[in-house]
């Protein structure tokens, strides 16, 4: 396979110091590739490069070249999937966290990104199942517990919603996102006694200048209205 480089000159690589860095970083990969063409780890590196530089096309194109090489690796597949979810290629996303969670089927981050655009696409089941999954292998993820829970609210299963909600926050208290879900949750079910006692937990928790804190104070007062 033949690999270009960046198509700026000379002249403007030489005036932009991160480009020159870029080429720097790449240099000795290409020099690797020269000795290993065929090595997948090597693609993959430069597919790092490229992402650290905000290089996204030149690195999908890199982890896609490794995955050829090499399909049996998950943490390739991932990172076309976070790349691809990036730009809302969300079918794109969605094929390659599937290959990922093939190759490394016990990762509970990768079906937790499952999940995740599964439910963007509606696929409300699917959802469901891969955060089970990804709790299955570890139990105390707060975020696919935490994403469980608005898929759940979403279905129209409250109890389970509020469950997970809780759950959530008793495996890490300061996990803000569970708290908004929840006292949202309970604003919608009616149940007002509840949801002031959390607000008022989030207003000390986190204070007023935080976005959740902020949230809660002035829920707060639309109730006392």
């Known amino acids: 396979m033949v690999w270009g480089g960046c198509s700026d000159d000379d002249r403007v690589a030489r005036q932009n110091p991160a ?22 780890q090597l693609y993959f590196e430069m597919g790092q490069i490229y992402e650290r530089y ?33 730009r809302q290629q969300l079918p794109l996303a969605t094929a390659a966290y599937e290959q990922a969670a093939r190759f490394a089927p016990g990762d509970a981050k990768i079906h937790n990104n499952l999940g ?14 891969a955060y089970e999954r990804a709790l299955e292998y570890d139990s105390m993820m707060v975020e696919a517990i935490n994403n469980l829970g608005q898929v759940q609210r979403e279905s129209g ?21 569970a708290y908004v879900n929840l006292a949202k949750m309970f604003a919608e079910s009616g149940l ?22 902020s949230y809660a104070r002035a829920r707060l007062l639309e109730i006392d209205a």
């Open 192 to 213: 007002t006694e509840l949801e002031m006692t959390l607000l008022e937990q989030m207003v000390s928790r986190f204070g007023t200048s935080s976005k959740e804190g």
């Open 116 to 129: 995740f655009v599964y439910r963007r696409q509606g696929r409300i089941e699917a959802a469901i199942d």
């Open 54 to 86: 905000g290089q996204i096309d030149s690195a999908l194109s890199a982890y896609e070249h490794c995955v050829t090489l090499l399909e049996a690796f998950p943490e390739a597949h991932s990172r076309l999937g976070d790349l691809h979810f990036q």
């Open 157 to 177: 299963d409250t109890l389970a919603a509020i469950e997970n909600f809780r759950r959530a926050i008793r495996i890490d208290a300061d996990f803000r996102p």
């Open 19 to 40: 480009r020159i860095r870029l080429q720097q970083e790449l240099g000795q990969v290409r020099q690797d590739l020269q000795r290993q063409p065929d090595s997948h």
